[in-house]
């Protein structure tokens, strides 16, 4: 039997779902709630506290299809990806659970009877493995299967004991191996022993899946205590089993991934199949674009921490593996295009994210391609001037010039030093420490107030190559004079002019280049708050300043764009800010800071900021609560900031030290870096902040604050999205607009347009009752328009379909008028209405031998969330899920199929 992976997955929840287990939804790769794990890498991952006893669901058993990385941590298949057949960064695991409700004899007759039946694998060339001591596991696999000993393996705690992390829920486990043959080497067999089948580190045999039989909790010192309630947690690989119901040495060739290959070898105009290591490459390539589509789509974002720093890690690793077959344009995004249209099916996320996702990865694409391009020829040159060294161990201070100087990641360089056959031994790694800390002790004796390294600094630092300069810039100049909490324009001298990886002595008409002024007005982009643009002037050209960021710790950078003549090195310059887009910062700067106390005065305390964005236009904000806002309290947020608007307070900066700061209930945001002198920003006794940016003289100078909207980015994150002064009055009057344009479709008063609405959904939902009366009396009518539907199965006449607006009196109604045109044969007929389901199914007594109604409609009950029996000739059921009830009805033909193969 061969299977596409769609529907291998479907397969295998549609016979849970025949059997009790109600289907759930896969979990985001983000976990919930569970500061231990890096990502969702198992199915069991969202029933964690459902396993512990902590929490209790509706049902007791369930079945899924969940997303999963495994890119860090104990479970980390990174640096396989690509070199095997197997291993995937991202992967789907397609898993049932039971809470308390069957354990090990269900379980392993489950697995049994989906293997050999359901999917039809040869018995013959299926083993199992259990835990040592397992001997319940192994008389069950002798029983249910009718295994002998020999087929059955007792392996130790290394393979048959299973853990999600260092803590947490485990237990014993048995595995399903699959034979692939004894084509597939195996180094025992080549070093004259004989294959240990399941037990070897070869191909011959594959797992496919995996029983965990959950009964302990492990804690931190490793003692481990019965869970309140023994479980069953199993997992299949969906990309493993699509390779053997595919008749697939490697899951690669599979329908899941081959047309993400088939997409690189487009885009790099290269043969798969044709050279192994270009074969390496488009694997790891089809396989990244999957996980990168996945995380983005889930929030995740490249950055240099934590998950966004494991995402740019992969993504990277892709991209370089894009050079090795010569790509040296973006192309990753492309891919991602091709991963929506073989899993958007299964996950519409991705769907929805689509657009999003090509922006995040060509972006990065873009901003590590000469990164990429430039370590790479370091390494080359590297490696040619130490050819004829037998010891071929990489120097540390190399690593640490070709991190700090040329931005290029160390983790990859390990790697590409590796595949050159290269080592990186532990001697080489500490003195590369040795020269980071020595780099962070100049750092942060340079540092001082008000200077941090932006995301965006750190990107543009990390793509061209200047970091070296920078540094050397820093410790020659000093800081900067920053003008900006009081002028908007300032005569200038230009330090330097950086520009393509180099110091410049002069910029000419058209070039980008990043200008250092030993004073400014320019604000550079810190603390949420969008860097200024504006002008600059000299002697004998002008050019446009496009951004302004931080580099080298406290240096200012103009990225400007000389747009008329020249600039010069040590060239007396005018500076000047943009003024309206300056006033429009400071107006949402300020509007962060009432918002932020705002929150906490009607939410809690513990509200927090979790990131923000201030622009000219708008502000985003980013805080810490574990649900969605209740109902008016998004006005009353509202209210509170326009109570303090209104009021007209007073914004008072001051520069103190930063423990005196703090003692004086100042609070410290989230991702800002503080030196030992603060400003702090103070609106009378609401709000109190260490904040360097640019703020209004009094509140009342922000007119309007005006909520836009409120809604979740992570688990226990919300965002909040506001405009203020003439902003929120165009966003007011586009509100009043489409309130008036509503009210004169009804012609009434705008104030009466909510009256107005509901008695017209209350007048709708009576004419649906209408029509569903109505449709009632006439469904016996239609009868025979639904007898022309029958269709033969297994030899008999069978009638599966929907009349939605019938109860299930109606329903018996119809069946009764479909016996009397049909004759012998199998009706089901389903209904929906008001969101529930009713089910009336009915067999010919000459059928019934064989097919029971009374089970019929108990099955396909189950899939709508109900029950249902009766009698072997007429049986009724009902349900609480009206949106699976065609997938419900499309079980019928299958049932009847089973009932002739008995």
Not at 323 to 332: D, H, S
Request: hydrophobic share 40%; with cysteine.
């Amino acid at each position: 039997m061969t299977m596409t992976g769609s529907e291998l997955r479907q397969c295998f929840l549609t016979y849970f779902s025949r059997h009790g287990h109600t289907v759930v939804r896969s979990s985001p790769l983000v976990p919930a709630h569970d500061p231990t794990l890096l990502f969702t890498n198992a199915g069991m991952v969202q029933f964690k506290s459902v396993f512990l006893g902590e929490e209790r669901r509706e049902y007791k058993r369930a079945a899924t299809a969940q997303k999963c990385v495994r890119a860090g941590g104990k479970h980390n298949d990174l640096e396989n990806v690509g070199r095997t057949a197997r291993h995937h960064t991202f992967f789907e695991m397609l898993g049932n659970f039971s809470f308390g409700d069957y354990f090990k004899a269900e379980a392993v007759a489950f697995c049994w009877e989906l293997l050999t039946g359901e999917l039809g694998l040869p018995k013959d060339r299926l083993k199992a493995t259990v835990f040592t001591d397992d001997d319940d596991a192994f008389a069950l696999w002798k029983k249910v299967a009718g295994m002998d000993d020999e087929r059955i393996l007792r392996l130790g705690e290394k393979d048959n004991f299973w853990a999600m992390g260092d803590t947490g829920p485990c237990g014993p486990c048995s595995e399903v191996h699959f034979h692939q043959g004894d084509h597939f080497p195996c180094a025992s067999v080549q070093a004259g022993r004989t294959c240990l089948g399941p037990a070897c580190d070869c191909d011959r045999w594959l797992e496919i899946w995996n029983l965990v039989f959950m009964q302990f909790n492990r804690d931190a010192s490793g003692k481990m205590t019965p869970l309140p309630r023994p479980s069953i947690d199993t997992g299949m690989g969906l990309e493993r089993m699509a390779a053997v119901m595919q008749g697939k040495q490697s899951s690669y060739d599979t329908d899941l991934l081959r047309p993400l290959i088939a997409r690189v070898e487009r885009i790099a105009s290269k043969r798969y199949g044709a050279d192994a290591e270009h074969d390496v490459s488009m694997q790891v390539i089809a396989d990244h674009a999957r996980t990168a589509t996945f995380l983005i789509t889930d929030g995740v974002t490249p950055s240099n921490e934590w998950r966004g720093y494991v995402l740019r890690r992969i993504m990277r690793r892709a991209m370089r593996h894009g050079r090795m077959l010569g790509l040296e344009r973006p192309f990753l995004w492309e891919v991602t295009s091709t991963v929506v249209e073989i899993l958007g099916g299964a996950y519409p996320e991705i769907i929805e994210a689509r657009g999003r996702v090509a922006d995040a990865v060509k972006q990065e694409e873009e901003r590590f391609n000469e990164t990429l391009g430039l370590g790479m020829v370091k390494i080359r040159e590297y490696l040619e001037a130490h050819a004829n060294d037998p010891r071929k161990v990489v120097d540390g201070k190399f690593l640490f010039t070709l991190y700090d100087t040329h931005g290029f990641p160390t983790d990859l360089a390990q790697e590409v030093f590796q595949d050159a056959g290269w080592s990186v031994p532990p001697e080489a790694m500490q003195q590369f420490e040795t020269e980071m800390e020595a780099q962070r002790e100049r750092a942060r004796a340079g540092a001082s107030f008000g200077a941090r390294l932006t995301a965006g600094g750190a990107a543009a630092a990390d793509g061209d190559g200047t970091v070296e300069i920078y540094r050397q810039l820093s410790a020659q100049i000093g800081k900067p004079e920053f003008l900006g909490y009081t002028q908007l324009a300032t005569p200038a001298r230009i330090l330097a002019l950086v520009g393509a990886g180099r110091r410049l002595t002069e910029a000419a008409e058209g070039r980008v280049v990043e200008v250092i002024l030993d004073r400014t007005p320019a604000y550079a982009e810190s603390g949420g708050q969008m860097g200024d643009t504006g002008a600059i002037m000299g002697r004998e050209g002008q050019g446009a300043i496009e951004d302004t960021y931080y580099r080298g710790g406290h240096l200012i950078i103009h990225r400007v764009r000389v747009s008329q003549g020249r600039l010069r090195e040590n060239e007396e310059v005018a500076v000047s800010v943009e003024s309206g887009r300056r006033q429009g910062l400071r107006l949402h700067h300020t509007g962060t800071h009432l918002l932020h106390a705002a929150l906490r005065r009607v939410l809690g305390t513990h509200v927090t900021q979790a990131g923000s964005l201030v622009a000219p236009d708008h502000l985003r904000f980013d805080f810490s609560h574990g649900g969605p806002l209740k109902d008016g309290e998004v006005e009353k947020v509202e209210d509170l900031v326009n109570e303090h608007v209104q009021a007209n307070i007073v914004v008072t900066p001051a520069e103190m030290d930063l423990q005196a700061a703090l003692k004086s209930g100042a609070m410290a945001l989230f991702g800002e870096k503080y030196g030992d002198r603060v400003r702090v920003v103070r609106i009378g006794d609401f709000s109190t902040e260490l904040c360097g940016g640019t703020h209004l003289e009094a509140t009342g100078q922000i007119g309007l604050f005006k909520v836009v909207s409120e809604g979740a980015v992570a688990s226990g994150v919300r965002r909040i999205e506001a405009v203020t002064g003439e902003a929120a009055l165009r966003h007011v009057g586009q509100e009043e607009a489409a309130l008036r344009e509503s009210a004169g479709l009804l012609k009434i008063p705008p104030l009466e347009l909510p009256r107005r609405l509901q008695k017209l959904l209350d007048e709708q939902k009576q004419l649906e009752k209408q029509v569903q009366q109505l449709e009632a009396r006439l469904a016996p009518h239609r009868a025979h328009e639904l007898a022309a539907a029958a269709k033969a199965v297994a030899g008999v006449t069978v009638l599966a379909s929907r009349i939605d607006g019938l109860d299930a009196e109606g329903l018996r109604s119809v069946v009764d008028t479909l016996r009397e045109r049909m004759g012998p044969g199998v009706i089901c007929l389903g209904s929906a209405m008001d969101g529930k389901v009713a089910l009336v199914a009915s067999v010919s007594k000459d059928l019934t031998k064989r097919i029971q109604a009374g089970k019929l409609v108990q099955e396909v009950a189950q899939l709508v969330g109900g029950k249902g029996g009766g009698r072997p000739d007429l049986a009724q059921g009902g349900g609480t899920d009206a949106s699976r009830l065609d997938e419900a009805l499309a079980l019928v033909p299958a049932f009847i199929e089973r009932a002739y193969k008995v």
